[in-house]
């Protein structure tokens, strides 16, 4: 079965960074032929899409962001490591979430259309 792998997150202070990163675990499960996407959940809080990117492409967006992370946060793909990272700049209190990585065939910033889903790690920052 896929498994998806998230580590880096932490506490740190407002304006600080963190790097996030998603691995597989488990059987052969090559980024490349999926989109991969980032999202958070802060406690009584919805699942909030974060970025996600295609290499694959299949016809949509490469790359997205939400508004409230655009210009802080850059998601990047390491095929060689099979890897993908979230680079967060210039944290906010309310970035404060659970971070998940997930899987589907396309980028999109809705958590129902990802099938595979890490179990995700614990980002807290404070002002």
């Known amino acids: 079965d896929v498994q998806l792998v998230e580590s880096g997150g932490g506490f740190v202070q407002a304006g600080e960074s963190l790097r996030l990163s998603c691995t597989a675990a488990g059987f052969a499960f090559n980024f490349r032929d999926y989109a991969i996407g980032w999202f958070r959940q802060a406690p009584g809080k919805e699942r909030e899409g974060v970025s996600c990117?295609?290499?694959?492409?299949?016809?949509?967006?490469?790359?997205r962001y939400a508004d409230t992370v655009k210009g802080r946060f850059t998601i990047s793909i390491d095929n060689a490591k099979n890897q993908v990272f979230l680079q967060m700049n210039n944290l906010k209190p309310e970035d404060t979430a659970v971070y998940y990585c997930?899987?589907?065939?396309?980028?999109?910033?809705?958590?129902?259309?990802?099938?595979?889903w890490g179990q995700g790690t614990q980002v807290t920052v404070s002002s």
């Open positions: 997930a899987a589907a065939d396309f980028c999109l910033l809705s958590a129902n259309m990802y099938d595979y």
């Open positions: 990117i295609s290499i694959r492409n299949a016809g949509g967006s490469p790359l």
